[in-house]
């Protein structure tokens, strides 16, 4: 089994970071306002980074690993 970390970039310029084993069904469920609570309210979003593991254990340490980086660092990663 696959698990991916991603990143979306929401409508208000902030950028969302999560996992999941399954990234197109995920995707789908913040697109369609189902996702996340902070996602949902800043529709529409754009994925801008993923990442793949092929365990969950490392999937979730690099999230975290993510979710401490500064802003600056975050853009860098998402490319912008």
């Known amino acids: 089994m696959a698990f991916f970390v991603y ?5 208000d310029g902030s950028l969302y970071t999560g996992y999941t ?10 697109k369609n306002g189902r996702g996340s609570r902070y996602v949902r309210s800043r529709l ?5 980074h993923v990442e793949g593991f092929t365990r969950r254990k490392d999937a979730m340490k690099r999230e ?3 979710k401490k980086l500064s ?3 975050k853009k860098r990663l998402a490319g912008s």
């Open 7 to 11: 990143m979306l970039r929401c409508s």
């Open 21 to 30: 084993s399954d990234l197109r069904r995920r995707l789908e469920e913040h």
């Open 44 to 48: 529409p979003v754009y994925l801008v």
């Open 64 to 66: 975290r690993e993510i």
């Open 71 to 73: 802003r600056k660092q």
